[in-house]
């Protein structure tokens, strides 16, 4: 009996809004906005705002401690170089390298996220995550972001799915938590729909496309969706929710349809390097050559 009413609290959450999404017709009104109302962003402001949304991302196989800390010495060292550009937002790094960067890490104001619950692929048992998420926390990791559990979501048992977040939330306790939907395996709007609402009502501080180990990763039309449902899920609570696309975003215009999108559905009081961030290293450093004019490759 439990179980069922469990089971209903879910569907309960769910019924409030309307999932029943058609693709084309989202694919419609992205196109709708990148036509009209992308070119009005393309502007050096915009793309100074979005330096300080990134997320400076290190998530490779190589990783070692000498490469995360050079890596966290650049973030130190653009602040000195460049005192008028804002800095990144965070430094994202595997939980193995936490302590390297919080020990590192001389500027304020730059979180400190770690990948966490066995990410990419969130194949693990929940001890195994709640483990690695507090061993993450206690070496000075300000913010985590973890993955779904996008198998057991699409076998359509979204009770583990919310539990386990719910779960993962518990153990950051003021710590920002940041729920991974990995949207290219949802397929369609109506299932990324879902997955975003049953994130936030399980207790996401953030909802994130993408790990960026999957093709499709974050697409105009994934980010509409998620956005459509943080706007739907504040008129519905209060609750103000981030977002973060991450994976794919390859360009400067990648990164200003991501904003223009954030700006048309959720509107300005998104646009913060506070509820709006991007997961990428590449765009730092195309942000970077078009704000100063020359190309740069500083980190």
């Known amino acids: 009996m439990e179980k069922k009413k469990e089971t209903n609290k879910y569907e309960a959450a769910l019924a409030k809004y309307n999932c029943d999404l058609n693709?084309?017709?989202?694919?419609?009104?992205?196109?709708?906005i990148i036509a009209e109302k992308v070119p009005e962003n393309d502007t050096l402001e915009v793309k100074k705002f979005l330096m300080g949304s990134v997320e400076l991302t290190t998530?490779?196989?190589?990783?070692?401690?000498?490469s995360v800390m050079a890596f966290t010495e650049r973030?130190?060292?653009?602040?000195?170089?460049?005192?008028d550009l804002p800095h990144v937002a965070t430094i994202c790094v595997?939980?193995?390298?936490?302590?390297?960067?919080?020990?590192?890490?001389?500027v304020d104001g730059?979180?400190?996220?770690?990948?966490?619950?066995?990410?990419?692929?969130?194949?693990?048992?929940?001890?195994v995550k709640i483990a690695e998420t507090a061993l993450a926390i206690k070496d000075g990791?300000?913010?985590i972001d973890i993955v779904?559990?996008?198998?057991?979501?699409?076998?359509?048992?979204?009770?583990?799915?919310?539990?386990e977040i719910s779960e993962l939330k518990a153990v950051c306790g003021d710590k920002k938590m940041k729920v991974i939907l990995e949207t290219g395996c949802l397929k369609t709007a109506s299932n990324i729909k879902k997955a975003s609402i049953l994130a936030m009502y399980a207790g996401a501080d953030y909802i994130k496309t993408s790990t960026g180990k999957l093709e499709p990763a974050a697409t105009p039309e994934a980010a509409y969706v998620m956005c459509q449902a943080i706007k739907e899920y504040y008129e519905e609570t209060g609750i103000q929710i981030g977002f973060k696309p991450a994976g794919g975003l390859n360009s400067v215009m990648d990164a200003i349809t991501m904003y223009t999108i954030v700006k048309e559905v959720l509107g300005e009081k998104w646009l913060t390097n506070q509820w709006f961030r991007m997961g990428t290293s590449r765009l730092a450093n195309l942000l970077l050559s078009e704000v100063t004019g020359e190309e740069v490759k500083f980190f």
Not at 23 to 32: F, I
């Open 75 to 83: 973030v130190n060292q653009f602040d000195e170089q460049y005192p």
């Open 94 to 106: 595997y939980p193995c390298f936490a302590k390297t960067v919080s020990e590192t890490l001389e």
């Open 141 to 143: 990791a300000t913010e």
């Open 148 to 163: 779904q559990s996008v198998g057991k979501f699409l076998s359509g048992d979204y009770e583990t799915v919310a539990d």
């Open 23 to 32: 693709d084309q017709e989202v694919k419609e009104a992205v196109r709708k």
């Open 110 to 127: 730059v979180e400190v996220a770690c990948v966490s619950g066995s990410f990419p692929s969130s194949q693990a048992l929940i001890e």
């Open 59 to 66: 998530l490779k196989t190589t990783d070692s401690e000498e």
